[in-house]
């Protein structure tokens, strides 16, 4: 009986252990420097996007890693097979990177749902992260854009 009881009293610390360590302030401090990033529609509401600037915030002649997750609308669950491609715009005219150019293919594909872009923007100013999907599941679409805007300092 005392094997049990201590057994028992042994596996409760443990319990008490293990759930203050996960709401200890180090923990919560931890957490809350991962970048929360953005989530947007996509323009025809099909998608939507999550953009993560790694490092956060965006600064010029820093590399900067683009983290792009596709969702399905209105979940947190990722959606694979998407044709896609990532532009980036400052002042919302100019293109000043394309993804697609770099492979010379009119668009990129995603088996996995979730992509890193690194790209360097030299100059501060105004943009806009256009990210256009044009097929799910191997099924084309009519391209859909979810437009992210930035200040770069």
Same mark, same amino acid.
């Given at each position: 009986? =005392? ?6 009293? *042994? ?9 203050? !360590?996960?709401?200890? #302030? @180090?923990?919560?401090?931890?957490? #809350?420097?991962?970048? #929360?990033? /953005? ?16 490092? !956060?915030?965006?600064? !010029?002649?820093?590399?900067? @890693? ?7 609308? *209105?979940? /947190? ?14 002042? @919302?005219?100019?293109?000043?990177? =394309?993804?697609?150019?770099?492979? +010379? ?19 501060? +100013? #105004?943009?806009?992260? =256009?990210?256009?999907?044009? *097929?799910? &599941? ?6 859909? @854009?979810? /437009?992210?805007?930035? &200040?770069?300092?």
């Amino acid at each position: 009986m =005392r094997a049990v009881a201590l057994y028992t009293s *042994g596996f409760v610390l443990t319990a008490i252990l293990c759930w203050s !360590s996960l709401f200890s #302030s @180090n923990s919560l401090v931890q957490t #809350s420097g991962l970048p #929360s990033g /953005d989530i947007k529609p996509t323009s025809g509401g099909t998608l939507d996007v999550k953009l993560e600037p790694i490092p !956060s915030p965006i600064e !010029s002649g820093q590399e900067t @890693n683009y983290k792009v997750t596709f969702l399905q609308k *209105g979940t /947190d669950i990722i959606q694979v097979h998407v044709d896609y491609d990532f532009i980036i715009l400052k002042d @919302n005219t100019t293109e000043v990177f =394309r993804a697609s150019q770099q492979t +010379g293919q009119p668009l990129l594909h995603t088996a996995e749902g979730i992509l890193t872009i690194p790209f360097t923007l030299e100059d501060p +100013g #105004s943009y806009t992260i =256009r990210v256009p999907v044009m *097929g799910i &599941n191997f099924i084309p679409m009519a391209t859909e @854009n979810a /437009d992210f805007h930035v &200040n770069v300092g």
